[in-house]
Nanobody, 122 residues
Framework: VQLQASGGGSVQPGGSLKLSCAAT????????MGWFRQVPGEERELIAA????????YYTDSVEGRFTISRDGAKKMVVLQMNSLKSEDTAVYYC????????????????WGQGTLVTVSS
């Protein structure tokens, strides 16, 4: 079972990036999936989550209205579209999955992808 994240990079403030996470090795259709991010010296925080087939989503306040999480069942992917990026969005971003949406929201997913660095700087 693997989660492979991609799409990080450098962008100027106000710009956009799209992160993708591909799931392989297991059917994740009914899994909740989400994105966490971590800044050096701080705890990893959940910023967006998608419940799966029920299509319930969660966003932390700091990204609400700027980021959008979506699922592509056919491609077994979860995508995070990030718009209006700010310098404080700079972090390593991780995709994650768990069979329980509630457990994912509690910050304890079973599966993690590798991190992808997002740098927002002028």
């Amino acid at each position: 079972v693997q989660l492979q994240a991609s799409g990080g990079g450098s962008v100027q403030p106000g710009g956009s990036l799209k992160l993708s996470c591909a799931a392989t090795g297991q059917d994740f259709t009914n899994f909740a999936m989400g994105w966490f991010r971590q800044v050096p010296g701080e705890e990893r925080e959940l910023i967006a989550a998608h419940s799966g087939t029920s299509r319930v989503t969660y966003y932390t306040d700091s990204v609400e209205g700027r980021f959008t999480i979506s699922r592509d069942g056919a491609k077994k992917m979860v995508v995070l579209q990030m718009n209006s990026l700010k310098s404080e969005d700079t972090a390593v971003y991780y995709c994650a999955a768990h069979v329980s949406y509630g457990t994912l929201l509690s910050g304890k997913p079973s599966y993690w992808g590798q991190g992808t660095l997002v740098t927002v700087s002028s």
